[in-house]
């Protein structure tokens, strides 16, 4: 790629990313957040079944052993949800009596029963949430350490907002498509810190290398420019290749109906451009301008203390 003037660009790009997390926020305000039992507690019991049934049925046999599930009954399904957890007997007290009062319909589990209480989703919930901010606090200090020669902090707090931009982006996803947050959200958490990391430690990299090479008074906006444009086809490259791997999985998954794939590989596929559009056009450019500003602000601190 030619050398491009990302640092001059950088209005438009973070107003871009703006406009994106102001539709994400209103779209959350409007229709909230939906959590899976995995963060709130409580019971899903899937079945599937042949031939047909109405809801009222196969509410009036299920409200006989639990009265306050919710059942829905879809073209061959049937879920029964309750916000609390039940016992394992219950349970099967409820498969029974749908077995005997649907014998011809054949009515078999069709997916993972889980049954959780709600403080072990909460404790779950908040063990996750603490597993996040330990990855990006390392994330910091890692970047700090490593590029300490350029103006570690600096480096480590925009490659921070970039991070935070990404996983807002990804849980924005969830929002939207109405997708639950589960434990994939946490997977697809962590998997975004890791790549969009990469690519900030890719392109500091050149960063680091170009300041050597070129004269010191060489301004920092010009030398940005340069490290983003000779690392750009490397790292659009790479989240390409990325982005048609977990894609097609995504593809495929919707086509199958495999929810809990579904709910990775979806808002992965978002992250990854989040990921690379945050570091490329964001985070880079907007750390160029800090170290300038700083820069011009060290002769009149030299001239106070004279």
């Given at each position: ?158 490659a921070l907002a970039a991070l935070l931009h990404d996983i807002l982006i990804a849980y924005f996803v969830f929002v939207i498509f109405r997708i639950p947050l589960n434990d994939n959200f946490v997977a697809v958490i962590l998997a975004i810190l890791g790549y969009s990391l990469n690519d900030a430690i890719v392109i500091y990299d050149r960063i680091r290398e170009n300041r050597k090479k070129m004269d010191k008074k060489t301004p920092i906006t010009e030398i940005v420019n340069l490290s983003l444009s ?77």
């Open positions: 790629m030619k050398n491009f003037d990302f640092v001059a660009k950088r209005k438009i790009f973070s107003i871009v990313s703006v406009a994106i997390l102001l539709v994400g926020l209103i779209f959350n305000i409007i229709f909230g957040t939906k959590m899976d039992i995995s963060f709130t507690g409580g019971t899903e019991l899937p079945y599937s079944y042949t031939g047909e049934l109405t809801q009222e049925a196969v509410e009036k046999v299920v409200h006989d052993e639990l009265p306050e599930s919710t059942v829905t009954v879809g073209d061959g399904s049937i879920m029964i949800t309750l916000t609390d957890a039940v016992e394992l007997d219950t349970i099967s007290a409820v498969e029974e009596a749908l077995e005997k009062a649907f014998a011809d319909n054949k009515i078999t589990v069709s997916g993972e029963r889980r049954s959780l209480q709600a403080s072990y989703g909460r404790t779950f919930f908040v063990k996750c949430l603490v597993a996040i901010a330990l990855a990006s606090l390392l994330v910091v200090l890692y970047v700090g350490l490593r590029f300490r020669n350029i103006g570690g902090v600096s480096a480590a707090v925009l000779q690392s750009f086809t490397r790292t659009l490259n790479t989240s390409v290749c990325t982005l048609i791997a977990i894609g097609t999985v995504a593809v495929v998954a919707l086509i199958t109906g495999m929810d809990s794939i579904v709910s990775f590989a979806l808002p992965m596929s978002v992250g990854v451009i989040a990921g690379f559009y945050s570091t490329t056009f964001l985070c880079t450019p907007l750390w160029a301008v800090w170290v300038e500003y700083s820069e011009s602000k060290k002769p009149a601190k030299k001239a106070k203390k004279r």
